[in-house]
Nanobody, 122 residues
């Protein structure tokens, strides 16, 4: 059974950092791209970052470039999103997703985690 489980969310002050993890089971992450997305109530799910399986190419939304870093550890079957210099507007539920192609379009991912809440507030 394919499963993705996010962890690492929480409450952080503006300017702080969090690292989200996405642990995969039921399939080998080596052959799949990983995407991170976020969603706030009443808004569409937004692509934050993704990383390819083939050469590790990474892509970022303009809103997080220079602050967030995506990575993967295939040996641990886990992907990460390091989030630095967090802002209140980064507050959202963050989801990881996986499929064959790295893209920031959520419609192109079949496998999703349950999400983890990130709240940036003083």
């Amino acid at each position: 059974q394919v499963q993705l489980v996010e962890s690492g969310g929480g409450l952080v002050q503006p300017g702080g950092s969090l690292r989200l993890s996405c642990a995969a089971s039921g399939f080998t992450l080596d052959y799949y791209a990983i995407g991170w997305f976020r969603q706030v109530p009443g808004k569409e799910r937004e692509g934050v970052s993704c990383i390819s399986s083939s050469d590790g190419s990474t892509y970022y939304a303009d809103s997080v470039k220079g602050r967030f870093t995506i990575s993967r550890d295939n040996a641990k079957n886990t992907a990460y999103l390091q989030m630095n210099s967090l802002k209140p507007e980064d507050t959202a539920v963050y989801y990881c997703a996986s499929d064959l192609r790295a893209t920031l379009n959520p419609a192109e991912y079949r496998y999703w985690g349950q999400g983890t809440q990130v709240t940036v507030s003083s």
